[in-house]
Each structure stands twice: as C-alpha cells, then as structure tokens.
T-cell receptor, first 113, second 114 residues
C-alpha cells in the first residue's frame, strides 16, 4: 500500500514550457486535491476533484488545468509555465465517506526559470 | 472569501515548556479543523483534528480547543521536546461540502531549544 505518490519529485522548466504532474493513490479515495506551497503562505488549493470525471477550481486555479480520467489518478497540467509557478506542489486524497482526513503525497519541487 | 489566520508565525520555547498556536476562521459553516505538522522537506502529516460538535480533544501531549462562537481554535503542546520542532499548519473545511477542501493558515515555525 503506497498511499499517495507523485511523479516527478523534481523538475526544472524554462518559461513557456509545458508539463504534467501525476498524482496516484491506491486507497480507493473519491476526493483528490492539488495544492501549492510557497514560503510564508501555507498551502493553497489549486483544483480538486470529488470523483472520476469531475474537477473544480480552488483558490488559485489560473495557469493550471487538471484531469481525473481514472479514480486513482489526478493530473495537474501547466500549459505555459511562468516563474510565478515556481513552488512545491502537493497532491492529497481522502475518502468521500467516513473520516475527513486528507493524506498527502511527498511533493514535487518545480522551478521555472 | 474563506480565510484562516494563524498566529504566531514563529515560536521559540525551551524544552519542557508548553507551546500554543492560535487560528481564526471566517466561514461559520466550517465544521472540521485539522492540524498538520511539516518537517523540512517532508509532506504535511496530520497530528490532531477536531469537529465542530466537540469543544476539546486530547492526544497525549497534544490538545486542540475550539470556540465556535468566536470562530477560533488552538493547538496546545505540553512538555515540548526538540523533535516537536517543525512548521505547524491549521486548516478549516466544511466536511463533505465543497469537496471537503481545506483552507490553510500561513503556518507557525516552532523551535524547541534543548
């Protein structure tokens, strides 16, 4: 049982390049989330999903797109990376019933130059 | 919009002392309040949480209190140890509503000096 995993762990992009971050969970959780963490600002929600095929915007969705084609995977895309998107990205998941606890992945450190 | 304010941003205590971190939330519909501990370079880990139908919850040296009327909640760590040094985040959510999304405070960097 790996829990929540994220791919890749580190990435450096040039301005204007695109990339996709993959989040996978093996706990059969319905809800999944993407957060970004910047120094002194805590974690901010980018997008979330309450089930396969559904997505919704969070606090800071601009510049990002997401897809949830399979229940266990939640993808975060950057179509045209900007230096302001340099951050640590965390994925999380939780059950749609029962406890509210969110389980976090190990994070992806992204640098845009 | 929804907001969670957390204070202080840094806290330094001597080993064995108590530490208190406070948060206030803006949305009265919030009903779930977790606290996460994050060590340097690691993922956030849940250490304790409380629901709005409970005023206080304890787990060994850690306790959380909730005042729904004032819309604030606090984390209390007693008999602090050097391994308690980390960044602590409070958060608030509405349970199942709006996907249970968490709104986080800005974090408190706790330093426990031996």
């Amino acid at each position: 049982n790996a829990g929540v995993t994220q791919t890749p762990k580190f990435r450096v992009l040039k301005t204007g390049q695109s990339m996709t971050l993959l989040c996978a969970q093996d706990m059969n959780h319905e809800y999944m989330y993407w957060y970004r963490q910047d120094p002194g600002m805590g974690l901010r929600l980018i997008h979330y999903s309450v089930g396969e095929g559904t997505t919704a915007k969070g606090e800071v969705p601009d510049g990002y797109n997401v897809s949830r084609l399979k229940k266990q995977n939640f993808l975060l895309g950057l179509e045209s990376a900007a230096p302001s998107q340099t951050s640590v990205y965390f994925c999380a998941s939780r059950t749609g019933t029962g406890p509210y606890e969110q389980y976090f992945g190990p994070g992806t450190r992204l640098t845009v130059t | 919009g929804e907001n969670v304010e957390q204070h202080p941003s840094t806290l330094s205590v001597q080993e064995g002392d108590s530490a208190v971190i406070k948060c206030t939330y803006s949305d009265s519909a919030s009903n779930y309040f977790p606290w996460y501990k994050q060590e340097l370079g690691k993922r956030p880990q849940l250490i304790i949480d409380i629901r709005s139908n409970v005023g206080e919850k304890k787990d060994q040296r850690i306790a959380v209190t909730l005042n729904k009327t004032a819309k604030h909640f606090s984390l209390h760590i007693t008999e602090t140890q050097p391994e308690d040094s980390a960044v602590y985040f409070c958060a608030a959510s509405k349970g199942y509503n709006q996907g249970g999304k968490l709104i986080f405070g800005q974090g408190t960097e706790l330093s426990v000096k031996p």
